[in-house]
């Protein structure tokens, strides 16, 4: 059964399953859209800042999202879309054979008139590596649809 808008109440929280990397992700994604050398070359990765060959944050993100998405169709809550990310942090590097899931927490939520038959949802989004060590950070604000029964004003 559907959870619209108004059935989602502030300090709500779920969690996603795990995803994790390999190497060779890491390598496929780098030298497709983040071609820097502590992405593509364990040489040049020890050397870095990062002391190893380590996923491109965009990398993380783009997990990220897709653990979020399962767990809000997991919870067949209907995003309409998202419509700011007004903070995200990369807090830890992540490493080849790193396994990640999410916290993500219901912040608050409003009433839009911006878009009719919607209302938005404020979460906060932890990322943790298997050793519960944050990864990322961030706020977003999804529009989600209302139910039949909604009372917005």
């Known amino acids: 059964m559907p959870r619209y808008w108004q059935d989602i109440q502030p300090g709500e929280q ?3 399953a795990l ?15 983040d071609p820097q050398p ?5 040489e040049a990765a020890e050397a870095s800042i990062f002391g190893g060959l380590c996923a491109s944050g965009w990398q993380v993100s783009a997990i990220m ?9 997991q ?6 879309g998202m419509s700011s990310v007004p903070k995200m942090r990369w807090k830890k590097p992540v490493f080849a054979g790193d396994t990640l899931s999410a916290e993500i927490t219901v912040k608050g ?12 949802l404020d979460l906060d989004v932890r990322v943790f590596n298997q ?23």
Do not use: C, W
């Not at 995803?19 to 859209?33: H, T």
């Not at 919870?75 to 309409?80: A, F, L, R, W």
């Open 38 to 42: 502590y992405h593509l070359d364990s």
């Open 19 to 33: 995803a994790s990397l390999s190497k060779q992700d890491i390598l496929e994604f780098a030298a497709e859209f």
């Open 109 to 120: 939520r409003e009433a839009t008139a911006r878009q009719p038959g919607a209302g938005s």
């Open 65 to 73: 999202m897709r653990l979020l998405t399962d767990a809000l169709h």
């Open 75 to 80: 919870q067949e809550i209907p995003v309409i």
């Open 131 to 153: 050793a519960q060590e944050p990864v990322i950070e961030l706020a977003t604000r999804l529009m989600i649809a209302l139910g039949a029964n909604a009372n917005v004003a």
């Open 14 to 16: 779920f969690t996603t």
